[in-house]
Nanobody, 127 residues
Framework: QVQLVESGGGLAQSGGSLRLSCAASNYPFSNFAMGWFRQAPGKEREFVAAINWSGGNMDYADSVRGRFIVSRDSAKSTMHLEMRSLTPEDAADYYC????????????????????WGQGTQVTVSS
């Protein structure tokens, strides 16, 4: 079972930046795709970004495209989410997830496709 631990959340000013990380363990890092989702209070969990097993294919939600960058570091078994030009609408709990289907060859944008989840890290954006 993939174990995932997020870090890097905190408080940012509107227009500022944050970098989230998701450290994976207990499973070969190159054998699964990964994704970021977020959930604001009173709202459904929504897709943010995803990256395939090699890091060569990514997908983004329209709301973050051009502002967020997802990447993965195989040497450290870690996925990152670089978030720029933050707005109060980006405030949420951010979760990383792992999708083992097809050994990470696909990238999915629905939460149901991901089998393993981290505990989340909170992002707050002040206006």
């Amino acid at each position: 079972q993939v174990q995932l631990v997020e870090s890097g959340g905190g408080l940012a000013q509107s227009g500022g930046s944050l970098r989230l990380s998701c450290a994976a363990s207990n499973y070969p890092f190159s054998n699964f795709a990964m994704g970021w989702f977020r959930q604001a209070p009173g709202k459904e969990r929504e897709f943010v970004a995803a990256i395939n097993w090699s890091g060569g294919n990514m997908d983004y939600a329209d709301s973050v495209r051009g502002r967020f960058i997802v990447s993965r570091d195989s040497a450290k078994s870690t996925m990152h989410l670089e978030m720029r030009s933050l707005t109060p609408e980006d405030a949420a709990d951010y979760y990383c997830a792992a999708d083992l289907t097809d050994r990470g060859r696909r990238i999915a944008n629905t939460a149901d496709e991901y089998e393993h989840w981290g505990q989340g890290t909170q992002v707050t954006v002040s206006s």
